[in-house]
């Protein structure tokens, strides 16, 4: 008979050697993903705000490096994400934000696993760092997925102290002094966006923090929104993907967001779960745990993995009924794309372009069997993403100045 060491260490180094080899069927032989995006010029029009001729000229003067020819087509390749930002830049589009406007930190946050917490918060960082937003997304989640979404198996590629750890851990410390979080932010493959990985070790700051929590002191639930202070002035838009439970790391998202998304699919299950999550967000703030005086922004409740049956469809009215103007008018659907695009450690938005195994290079893109089951499930998480976005310009004072200004002169 086998010790339970035995057989736990067996299960553990056949599950390791299978994530490795998930990995290389999905990322480029060097374990990083590359830009592959191609954005045809339609799209890039409509970020860049120009016509199609205004783009192709600044092409044709250099302002961006040419695009390369298709040999199989003879056609020029799509924009990748970084000339469409260089475009932004020459023409002046970018839809950064005045340094008088705050950056929105927003957390994407629930008590129960398996809403789609990580699938948004991953998608929404996505969408608003195609669209040219200075994104930094936080993975607060010691599961990693968000940071496996960039091409990482978290516990292999990042040390403890690659993550926040080190910065929970020595603003306290004062034989490992750490007071700001700039170690932990690393650049991705995807333009403008920015990652705070997290991991399993990352997980050790929920016994640091309640280690210093000492005669009712709230300076441990505060030190998250502290350090994002430390970067902010660097991004338009800061998304904090919260774990599933409630423990101090839980805690300190909430302390440190102005802005709360808050998913859940339309089943009885989940709706009572996020009544406990809301019941427990109400206390808190009313207790004056967490300070309740600060700028806040919006909270938006988000139906996912939404089904057309009778009885989602009954619920997710209840919803709408209770919620009102909090709940989306957007959802997420349970799309076999939105779910496949998680199989493959990525979002719907980069899904695409994804290299297939065999693929040189990551120029063949791995198949889609259906283009419109895929445009559908697209263009749903953008109706979502899009409605968030308007959200967020809607918190710019800068912004509303100038449209009244406008509105008057006119």
Not at 1 to 26: D, F, G, P, R, T
Request: net charge neutral.
């Amino acid at each position: 008979m086998s010790s339970v060491l035995e057989e736990v260490s067996q299960v553990y180094n056949k599950a390791a050697l299978s994530l490795n080899h998930i990995k290389k069927q999905n990322l480029l032989p060097d374990g990083k993903k590359i830009d592959s995006l191609q954005l045809p010029i339609g799209k890039v029009t409509e970020i860049v705000e120009r016509t199609r001729q205004s783009v192709l000229n600044a092409e044709k003067n250099n302002i961006i490096k040419p695009r390369s020819i298709n040999s199989a087509t003879n056609r020029r390749e799509g924009f990748t994400l970084e000339q469409v930002h260089a475009l932004q830049a020459h023409f002046n589009t970018q839809p950064w934000r005045e340094t008088n406007d705050d950056p929105i930190i927003i957390a994407v946050q629930n008590f129960k696993g398996g809403v789609g917490k990580s699938t948004q918060a991953c998608s929404l960082a996505h969408y608003l760092a195609t669209k040219g937003y200075r994104t930094l997304l936080v993975d607060q989640d010691s599961q990693g997925s968000t940071t496996a979404t960039f091409g990482y198996l978290p516990d292999n590629d990042f040390e403890q102290d690659q993550t926040l750890f080190p910065f929970f851990y020595g603003s306290f410390n004062n034989e490992k002094p750490c007071q700001c979080i700039n170690h932990a932010i690393r650049k991705t493959h995807w333009d403008s966006l920015d990652l705070i990985p997290a991991n399993l070790l990352f997980y050790e700051s929920e016994y640091v923090l309640a280690s210093y929590l000492k005669d009712n002191s709230i300076e441990p639930l505060t030190l998250l929104h502290e350090g994002l202070q430390g970067v902010a002035k660097n991004y338009d838009v800061i998304i904090l993907d919260a774990p599933p439970a409630l423990g101090f790391i839980s805690l300190n998202v909430l302390a440190a967001a102005n802005a709360f998304i808050i998913p859940t699919p339309p089943a009885l299950y989940d709706y009572m779960s996020t009544f406990q999550f809301l019941t427990m967000l109400f206390k808190l703030f009313k207790s004056g745990i967490i300070d309740n005086n600060r700028p806040f922004h919006f909270l938006k409740i988000l139906p996912t993995r939404v089904e057309s049956n009778d009885v989602e469809t009954t619920l997710l009215e209840i919803m709408r009924q209770a919620y009102g103007e909090h709940l989306m008018k957007n959802v997420i659907p349970n799309s076999r794309y939105i779910k496949e695009a998680s199989n493959l450690m990525t979002t719907i938005y980069e899904m695409a372009s994804i290299p297939t195994p065999s693929s040189d290079n990551g120029k063949k893109s791995r198949p889609i069997s259906s283009m419109t089951g895929y445009k559908n499930a697209r263009k749903a998480m953008d109706a979502v993403n899009s409605e968030i976005e308007s959200l967020i310009l809607a918190t710019r004072t800068s912004r509303i100045k100038k449209l009244i200004q406008e509105v008057s002169y006119e």
